[in-house]
Each structure stands twice: as structure tokens, then as C-alpha cells.
């Protein structure tokens, strides 16, 4: 996957000297290991900081919300879904996209690893099958699959669904696998365990809202919480708000998110805040049989109302 | 100089001790979690000081992410109806064992904006004035740790009491203020090191400080013209990417921004303050609907403005930030003040 960027990088040179896009959207190298920062390239030139590896997780679609240039962006499986969800929900117009497709083989779990190698990580190197650790006084080769981010690991779209040219070939999408197993685990607890599981979870929040701000799906002008006038919800520590933001977010996210795990990703205190929306991922799927962002011709179940919906969950 | 020389079989016995006249701050392992937070320590329970850097600075201990500043009641039928009181605070002596010099140092930089002469924000400087910092030398800086170009450094005793150095099997407390020296009687610490003991201090000291890789420049930054910078065109390349998120300002010793919310249930409420962050675009929301900062550029210039030119330029002091490198690792999407401080300080002006 890492020899994805020379393709990458020709393609978004084509795309900028021709005129067809005013901007592409990539990544360059963050000043940290398993970091890199999304950013944007308006002349060839600039191009050549791009770089692809797996520490691409924070998902682009994100930068598209309602910009108004014609815009190159490169897309993994997941960013592709929400770029889908993104043209349908009308922040942004297909027009308007040249998408460089990237067929991806699952990012690097940063949470796991930095809590893995407690001697600070200072380089990664990937290849195909295997990840390389390096510290000051260590290094470590591991199996990829095992370091990769939950959501990768499961997850059966890694080849982009919409594009305008790929990156590479495509890659074998995972098969014959539970994708639902860690929802099924709390499912399963009664009802006492299940709420210590969520305190559990939640309690070391401190509401900065990186996981929506990172969310391509978070675009409100005012978010909930937000709302001054009125006010829905405390500002403060209370674990009431707390709750409150999460189980209402996750709401918003049913039927439209992409588990692509930008959300926690980008949590500073490493909480898994997918078991939220993967919660609903499974509802939608099981009672819709929906998968968000797979099609621009159909309309997302929360939107549509047929007479056959099922609606054994109403209580 | 007085430096006591602390044996570590007497520490945990010495900070139970100690326990009996203070509320005893220290890092430790969060329950569940790879990460250490201050906490206040329990009986039985001593600080971790093998805890690499906690996520949250301490600043919560002295600035709390909410606090309580008023109890009011709007029931006619009480005499202290409609007013505004102060619940009952616990300014009893506390310490903060462990704290590191950096996040000391933030501390003096914070009591600049909430103890003027003017304005005295009382429950924050009675909480701070209440509280005895016992830092722990930095003996193995992490690589994101620029603290030696800004006013701290790995053995910096700016805000500390007592400065503890860590040396195997004891630690040498140097005790640099008259509470240090408190401090370390009530924990019974009272054992003086010998001139050989106290000559390692500063040995270890240029070692530590030579490990430290980062740096920053900000020579420059006073020169500029706000204005220049203000409108300097980096500003879109390096906000691109920022979600604004509050992440680097919730991390950040040095922020002091919070917000003022009324909460009530039935009759009763409080006034709470919490923290907030110039990221959120609610932070500078009007009543009208204007935003001054409406977009994530203008936020994002914000911190960086407030923290490397308006600070700088108001106390001439030094910049608002002590370089403990929080924001740099906890950035979700990796944007590195490093980077913006070299930025802004080489920034041409167009002529
Ligand atoms: S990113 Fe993490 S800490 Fe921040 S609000 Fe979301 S769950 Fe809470
Ligand atoms: S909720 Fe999380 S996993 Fe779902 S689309 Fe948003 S960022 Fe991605
Ligand atoms: S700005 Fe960043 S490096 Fe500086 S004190 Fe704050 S968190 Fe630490
Ligand atoms: S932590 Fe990073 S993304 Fe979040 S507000 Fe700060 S600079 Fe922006």
C-alpha cells in the first residue's frame, strides 16, 4: 500500500496542470510516528509532500463539507462511503470531486500501538504483510493484521466504491468474517453490566469532541450540544451530559455511518466510541439490510418511509 | 540551598504521613487505561512517579474542567433568594506530589491573567495559594518535550516548592521555598544530603537537559507587527487540516479560557464555570448571531496568535507555552505548534 503514492502523486499533478480540480486533498508526513496531517495541494509542486501509508486514518470526506472549488481528493474504501453520504445529503456535488480511489489494506491502530510499545514509537515502516517498530533501544516486526484498527479489521469495503481513477488495483475484500461479534458481546450482558460497560467506557471523557469534529457525518452548523437558545444540554462534567452527547450523536450517525473509525481515531483518551455507532451499523443492517454510502441511487433508510419497514422495535 | 535526601523505603510511609495535614495530589494509573491522571490519592494509595506524562495536566487540580462558583435559589419564600452564593470550599492544605517542572511553570504563566491588580479570579488563587508543588525532575525528557526554549526545562524550579530528583534507590528533595520545607517536616523527610549528594543534582540536570532534541525560536515573533502576521498568508496551509476539536487546549497547562453556565433543577442552581477553548466556534458567538471568529482559520490563528504573539507582546515574558509537547501528541490530526512557532518566526513580512 505504501507504493500507492507515486500513482497518487501523478494523478494529482494531471489533475491540478490540467485545470480539472482547483485543489487535491491528501496527507503529508506528521512530525510524529503513526501520525500524518491531512492536507491540501493547489499546484503540483505542493504535491510532493503528499505521502500514503497506513496512517491515513482520519477520514477526507470530512474536508469536503460545502467547499465550493472542484476538489481532488484521495479515497480509501470507508472515505469513499462517506463522500457517497456526503453527495447525497447534498454537501457537496459529484461535479465538483475528481476522486483518486485508494484500495486500502486497513490503518494502523495508533491507541493499540502507542499503548503497546510504552518507550516512545520513533519510526514505522509497513510492508505488505508486516508492520516494523522501531524505538531508541528497540524494534519489533509484527504481523499487520494484528496492529491494524478494529473497524479495519472488519470491515468489507476496502476498495472505494465510487472513483474517478484508481491507485492501484483493487485489493480482495475480507470475507467470512463476524463483523458485529463486539457488539454481540455487549448485547449479551444484562442490563446492570451493560450500563457499567458505558460508564466504564465514557468515564475518562473530556468532552473535546474531537471524535465528532473528526466525523464527516458531524457537518450541523450548530451541533446539539451546542444549541444556545435553548440550551439542550449542560456544558459540564456531568456524566448525565456526557451520556446525553454520545447516545445522541450516535442517533444522528445511525444509517449513515461508514465505521470508518476517524471518531476514534481521533479521541485523545482512546475511547471506543464505535461501539456506539456500530450498535446501529448492525441495527440498520439487520432491519434495512442497509449499508451507508454503497450507492448514490438509494436513499438512506431514516430518510424513506415504506409500509413494510419493520417496526417490531417499537415497544 | 537545603537538599534533603529522601530514602524510598521511607517514601510511601512519608506520604501517608504526610496525608494527615494535606490533600495529597498524584499521578496514577487510570483504571482500565494505559494512561496515568492526577488524582487526589487516597489512604494507602501513593503517587506513581515511574508514570510517563499524564494525558491532562494538573491544571484541573488548581482550575477544574467545572466548578461550582455560585448557589442560588429562586424560591421567594427564602431569605437568600435571587442571590448569588459562594458554596463551601476546601482551601485546606494540598500538594501536588509529582508534578512536572513544566506544568509548574504553566501555573505561574496561568496566575499572569487570573491574579492582576486589577482582577483576582479568588477561586483560582485561593486554590493555587492553598497548594504545594512537589515536582519531579524530568530524567528522561520525551522526544516532544521542547521545554528548555521556552522559560522551563527538565529541572526547572519555576512554581515548584520542592524539586525531587530521582536517583534509584532515594531521591534528593531540593526545597526552594519555605512551604517546601513545610512539607517535607509533615512527611517526616527530614535527612540533609550531604555537598557530594547535592553536586549530582546539577550533573544530572545538563544531562537531562541535553537530551532534549525540540526546539523552538521565537526571537523574531516580537518584531512583527500584529497586523503582518495576522494576515500573513500561511494561515489557510496551516489550519487546513485542524477540526477544532478543543483536544490541544483541554490538554494544555497554559489554557485558561472557560465559560460561565447557570445550571438549575426546580427552584435551586449553580453557576458553574467550565473550561472552553477558543477552538469552539461558540467561544466567540454573540447574542446578535455574529461570530468575530467564525471560520476555523480565524481559531486557529487565535491560539497560535494568543499563545506566540499577543502573550510575548503583553508581558514580555516569554511565550504562552512551557513546551511540554501535549498538544503535539494529542492533535488528532497532527498539527505541531513546533512547526507554526519556526513559521511565524520566519515569517517575511511583504515589504
Ligand atoms: S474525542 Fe474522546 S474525550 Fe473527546 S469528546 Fe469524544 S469521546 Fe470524549
Ligand atoms: S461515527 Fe465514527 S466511524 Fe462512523 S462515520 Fe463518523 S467518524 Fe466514521
Ligand atoms: S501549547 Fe502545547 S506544548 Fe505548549 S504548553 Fe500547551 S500543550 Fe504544552
Ligand atoms: S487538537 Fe488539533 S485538530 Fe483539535 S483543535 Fe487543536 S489543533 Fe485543531
Known amino acids: 500500500m505504501t507504493g500507492y503514492i507515486a500513482k497518487i502523486k501523478k494523478i494529482s499533478k494531471q489533475i491540478l496542470d490540467e485545470g480539472t480540480v482547483d485543489m487535491v486533498i491528501g496527507f503529508r508526513k506528521g512530525t510524529l510516528a503513526l501520525m500524518n496531517e491531512p492536507c491540501f495541494a493547489k499546484t503540483s509542486k505542493a504535491v510532493d509532500d503528499f505521502v500514503w501509508d497506513g496512517n491515513c486514518g482520519i477520514n477526507l470526506a470530512n474536508y469536503l463539507t460545502s467547499r465550493k472549488e472542484k476538489i481532488g481528493i484521495i479515497a480509501k474504501g470507508c472515505d469513499s462511503r462517506n463522500i457517497i453520504t456526503h453527495i447525497i445529503e447534498n454537501k457537496i456535488d459529484r461535479d465538483q470531486l475528481f476522486i483518486i480511489g485508494v484500495p486500502c489494506k486497513g490503518m494502523l491502530d495508533r491507541h493499540l500501538l502507542s499503548a503497546k510499545f510504552p518507550d ?63 457488539v454481540r458481546k455487549i448485547e449479551a450482558l444484562n442490563a446492570e453490566d451493560k450500563w457499567q460497560y458505558f460508564e466504564d467506557l465514557l468515564a475518562t471523557c473530556i468532552r473535546c469532541y474531537a471524535c465528532r469534529n473528526a466525523c464527516p457525518l458531524c457537518y450541523c452548523p450548530t451541533c446539539f450540544v451546542d444549541e444556545s ?43 471506543d466510541v464505535r461501539m456506539f455507532t456500530k450498535k446501529l451499523e448492525k441495527d440498520c443492517f439487520e432491519s434495512f439490510g442497509w449499508e451507508a454510502g454503497l450507492s448514490l441511487d438509494a436513499r438512506p433508510p431514516l430518510d424513506t418511509f415504506n409500509p413494510d419497514d419493520p417496526n417490531d422495535f417499537i415497544l | 540551598m537545603k537538599v534533603i535526601k529522601i530514602d524510598k523505603k521511607e517514601w510511601t510511609s512519608g506520604i501517608e504521613q504526610v496525608k494527615n495535614a494535606y490533600r495529597v495530589f498524584g499521578p496514577i494509573k487510570e483504571e482500565n487505561k494505559e494512561f496515568s491522571a492526577f488524582k487526589e490519592l487516597g489512604k ?24 461550582a462558583m455560585f ?43 487570573f491574579d492582576t491588580p486589577e482582577y483576582r479570579d479568588n477561586y483560582w488563587v485561593d486554590a493555587y495559594d492553598a497548594c504545594t508543588f512537589i515536582g519531579l525532575a524530568v530524567s528522561s525528557p520525551s522526544i516532544l518535550d521542547f521545554s528548555t526554549s521556552t522559560k522551563s526545562g527538565p529541572f526547572d524550579e519555576t512554581g515548584l516548592d520542592v524539586l525531587l530528583c530521582d536517583l534509584d534507590d532515594h531521591f534528593l528533595a531540593k526545597v526552594i521555598s519555605e512551604k517546601g520545607e513545610t512539607f517535607l517536616k509533615a512527611a ?66 497554559t489554557c485558561w479560557c472557560f465559560d460561565i453556565q447557570d445550571e438549575m433543577q426546580g427552584k435551586t442552581g449553580q453557576r458553574f464555570k467550565n473550561w472552553d477553548s477558543c477552538m469552539f466556534p461558540l467561544f466567540t458567538l454573540h447574542t446578535t448571531g455574529h461570530n468575530p471568529r467564525g471560520t476555523k482559520l480565524q481559531r486557529v490563528r487565535q491560539r497560535f496568535m494568543h499563545k506566540l504573539k499577543y502573550f510575548l507582546d503583553k508581558y514580555n515574558d516569554g511565550i504562552m507555552c512551557v513546551g511540554c509537547g501535549r498538544c503535539i501528541r494529542f492533535c488528532p490530526v497532527n498539527i505541531d505548534i513546533r512547526r507554526v512557532c519556526d513559521t511565524m518566526n520566519s515569517f517575511e513580512p511583504a515589504k
Request: proline fraction near 5%; include cysteine; charged fraction near 30%.
Open chain 1, 120 to 182: 516512545e514509537i520513533l519510526n514505522v515502516s509497513e510492508s505488505e504483510d508486516a508492520v516494523i517498530i522501531k524505538g531508541a533501544d528497540y524494534e519489533e516486526t509484527l504481523p499487520r493484521k494484528e496492529v491494524l484498527q478494529e473497524n479495519c479489521s472488519v470491515c468489507i469495503h476496502r476498495n472505494p466504491v465510487i472513483y474517478d481513477e484508481l491507485a492501484a488495483d483493487l485489493v480482495e475484500e475480507q470475507a467470512d468474517l463476524d463483523r458485529f461479534e463486539a
Open chain 1, 229 to 271: 437558545k435553548p440550551q439542550w444540554v449542560g456544558k459540564g462534567q456531568d456524566t448525565t451530559d456526557i451520556r446525553t452527547f454520545h447516545f445522541l450523536r450516535a442517533f444522528h450517525d445511525a444509517g449513515r455511518c461508514t465505521d470508518c473509525g476517524a471518531c476514534v481515531r481521533a479521541c485523545p483518551m482512546g475511547i
Open chain 2, 44 to 67: 494507602g494509595v501513593t503517587p506513581d512517579l515511574s508514570a510517563t506524562d499524564t494525558r491532562l495536566s494538573p491544571k484541573g487540580i488548581i482550575f477544574p474542567q467545572s466548578e
Open chain 2, 71 to 113: 448557589e442560588f435559589t429562586t424560591d421567594s419564600t427564602s431569605d437568600d433568594c435571587n442571590l448569588m452564593n459562594v458554596p463551601e470550599k476546601d482551601y485546606s492544605p494540598r500538594a501536588i506530589v509529582g508534578i512536572r517542572p513544566y506544568d509548574a511553570a504553566a501555573f505561574t504563566l496561568v496566575k499572569k491573567n
Open chain 2, 188 to 253: 517526616g523527610f527530614t535527612n540533609i544530603a550531604d555537598e557530594k549528594d547535592v553536586q549530582k543534582i546539577d550533573i544530572l540536570k545538563k544531562e537531562a537537559e541535553d537530551k532534549i532534541q525540540s526546539r523552538v525560536f521565537f526571537d523574531k515573533i516580537q518584531s512583527y507587527s500584529i497586523l503582518d502576521i495576522y494576515e500573513a498568508n500561511f494561515w489557510e496551509d496551516i489550519s487546513f487540516a485542524c477540526i477544532n476539536c478543543g483536544t490541544c487546549t483541554y490538554v494544555c497547562p
